[in-house]
Nanobody, 116 residues
């Protein structure tokens, strides 16, 4: 059974930091590129960051570039998103995503709210 379980979301003040985690199981994690997406209320889901299966290649949306770092641990089957200097516009549900060939998996999401 494939599972992607996100954690680490919550309420944080502007300028604060959060580290999101995604625990993967039920598939060969090392074979999958991983990504974080987010969806704000009333908006379409958007790509935040991606990381290759080796972890050597990463890409970021312009909106989070310089403030966020995606990483993975292929021994623990985990992927992370460190977000710093958070802004109210970062408020969204954040989803973990796994892609390999024609296979795409999604987590249930974790809410991040940036507000004073």
């Amino acid at each position: 059974q494939v599972q992607l379980v996100e954690s680490g979301g919550g309420l944080v003040q502007p300028g604060g930091s959060l580290r999101l985690s995604c625990a993967a199981s039920g598939f060969t994690f090392n074979n999958y590129a991983m990504a974080w997406y987010r969806q704000a209320l009333g908006k379409e889901r958007e790509l935040v960051a991606t990381i290759s299966w080796t972890g050597h290649s990463t890409n970021y949306a312009d909106s989070v570039k310089g403030r966020s770092t995606i990483s993975r641990d292929n021994f623990k089957n985990m992927v992370y998103l460190q977000m710093n200097n958070l802004k109210p516009e970062d408020t969204a549900v954040y989803y973990c995503n796994a892609v390999s060939g024609g296979y795409v998996y999604w987590g249930q999401g974790t809410q991040v709210t940036v507000s004073s």
